[in-house]
Structures are given as structure tokens and as C-alpha cells.
């Protein structure tokens, strides 16, 4: 039996960083939906245990597979699952702050738990999601979230519209330990409340939430790579754009636009004129 998840990009439309915690991770909260761009993972249940990957960006991920360390920690953690061969096709851009290999993983544990009907039920999927990274909680789930703690406290999202968007990356891979050490975030002096995910109605009221809260991470990330800064602004100048922004701890940006033809011309436009970027025309989830 072959199942298929698609594991979406990860979008922070908001990532506030609220300080640095005791245990050396950040205190966040951010406001996270997916695009339909994504890998496509395969997981043959029951077949000898392998991780294979092809796909445009096969080749850029370094060390260690997270799908082999995720295979690892189920076999480890819930032995009576039925795992198998997993096959990635990535179309994903590699340390480019869209979930990348966390929605991989995500995209994992879906297939498992859709193979094992009857065993899933008994399994943590939620806590073996947070040990393995602090972005696999909100991709596991799949679904437009408010996101806090260091990624494991999540709270769907009611309602938020579904947007047509552009994503870029400029083909360059930006280290996420790098982004908070340039931020030099301060302690936390207190815990903080946790933010009650935002009911949004329409575009509009979307870019205003964006606008109030931002992302943190955008100003350190695009001291480390300027680029970032030349997207933002190419994003910006295309007609039909609200809003761009820099998603998670980039350098993927991505704008939002008023329609899906406005969002397909801009993305010609930015190929034709940045051949060298990876730029994708998309839709991003709503709720409700």
C-alpha cells in the first residue's frame, strides 16, 4: 500500500519573537498557514525501511535526512506501527524558512498514522512531533494555526481567508541559528500570556494584522543576506501586490495579491527578470 502526502510550505504570515527562555530556545508567536506548493512523500507501508529523494532541490540537503531521523524515533517510540519505504520528490527550496524539512516530517508522520488505523490512537503523534523539531508540531497538524512557545503550543485558526500568493527564494540557503544569533533576542523577564489566534475576515483585514505585527526575524536575516531586501521590494512593485513580507527565518519571501491571475503574471514577471530565483505562483489555506 502507497500513501501520499503532500507536505506544504509553511508560511509565517507573523513571527514574533518574545524573548530568549531559560532553556536557550525563543519564545515565539506567530500566525501560520500553507501554500499548495509542497514536496510530494510516498510511503510504501510495510516495505524494508528507506529513505529515497529526488526531485530540484534533492541535492542540497545536507547530513542526516530529518524522514530518517523521524523513521528512527517511531521505530524507537511506538514499536507496534507498521513504517515502510519512503520516497520524497523535493520541489521545496532547502534552509528556506517555509517548513522545508519539518513539513517533510509532518508529511511522515500523516502517512504512518494513515497507515495504522488502528494503532494510531495510542501514539503521541502531537509530542513525538515536538521532539523532533520545533516547526514539525503546526506541520504535522496542516492546517492555518497560532503558533507559540518554541512551536509546540498550537491553536487552530477559525477564520482567515485563503489568498493568492508568489513565493521567492533567491536560491541561497540561510541558517536559522545565524538569524536569532543576529537578532541577540534579550531574556524573557516573565512567561507570557499566549496569543489567541486572530478571526480574519478578508484581505484586508489580513494585511492590517500583518502590518501591526510583522516578523522579527526580518530585519537580522536581511543584514546576513541583502537579497531578502531586493525581494521584498521586486514583490512589492508588481501590480496587484498588498503586502510582502519575509517568511519564518527566510530568506523565502512571499507576497500576497488580490487574485490568482495578478499572482501567476507577477511570478512570470519575476522569473523573467530573476532567472536565477526560485519563484512559484501559489495559493495559501484559509479557515472557516
Known amino acids: 500500500m502507497v500513501i501520499r502526502e503532500i507536505a506544504r510550505a509553511k508560511i509565517n504570515l507573523t513571527l514574533v519573537v ?113 521532539r523532533l523539531g520545533a516547526d514539525i508540531p503546526v506541520c504535522l497538524a496542516n492546517v492555518p494555526a497560532m503558533m507559540s512557545g518554541k512551536g509546540e503550543r498550537l491553536i487552530a485558526v477559525q477564520r482567515l481567508p485563503s489568498v493568492a500568493a508568489v513565493l521567492v ?52 536575516a536581511t543584514g546576513i543576506l541583502p537579497a531578502i531586501g531586493e525581494i521584498i521590494s521586486a514583490l512589492d512593485a508588481q501590480t496587484g501586490c498588498r503586502l510582502a513580507a519575509m517568511s519564518g527565518s527566510g530568506p523565502t519571501c512571499f507576497g500576497l495579491f488580490s487574485d490568482s491571475a495578478a499572482a501567476t503574471e507577477a511570478a512570470r514577471a519575476l522569473s523573467a527578470s530573476h532567472p536565477n530565483w526560485w519563484v512559484a505562483a501559489t495559493r495559501l489555506a484559509g479557515a472557516g
Not at 527564494?169 to 531574556?187: C, G, H, I, Q, Y
Not at 507570557?192 to 530585519?219: F, K, V, W
Request: glycine share 10%; net charge negative.
Open 18 to 130: 518574545r524573548g530568549r527562555r531559560p532553556d536557550g530556545y525563543h519564545e515565539l508567536s506567530s500566525l501560520v498557514t500553507f501554500a499548495e506548493a509542497g514536496d510530494t512523500l510516498d510511503l510504501e507501508s510495510g516495505a524494508p525501511e528507506r529513505v529515497a529523494v529526488t526531485g530540484p532541490f534533492a541535492s542540497e540537503i545536507v547530513g542526516e535526512n530529518l524522514l530518517t531521523t523521524t523513521l528512527a524515533t517511531l521505530r524507537a517510540e511506538a514499536r507496534a506501527l507498521t513504517l515502510g519505504a519512503v520516497h520524497l520528490e523535493k520541489h521545496l527550496p532547502v534552509a528556506a524558512g517555509i517548513g522545508g524539512g519539518s513539513a517533510d516530517a509532518g508529511a511522515l508522520l500523516r502517512a504512518v498514522r494513515r497507515a495504522n488505523e488502528k494503532q494510531a490512537q495510542a501514539v503521541d503523534w502531537h509530542g513525538i512531533a515536538a
Open 169 to 220: 527564494n533567491p536560491r541561497r540557503p540561510l541558517e536559522t541559528r545565524k538569524v536569532f544569533a543576529a537578532l541577540a533576542a534579550p531574556p524573557l523577564a516573565d512567561v507570557p500570556s499566549h496569543e489567541a489566534p486572530p478571526a480574519i475576515g478578508d484581505l484586508d483585514e489580513l494585511c492590517a494584522y500583518m502590518r501591526a505585527h510583522g516578523n522579527t526575524l526580518q530585519r537580522p
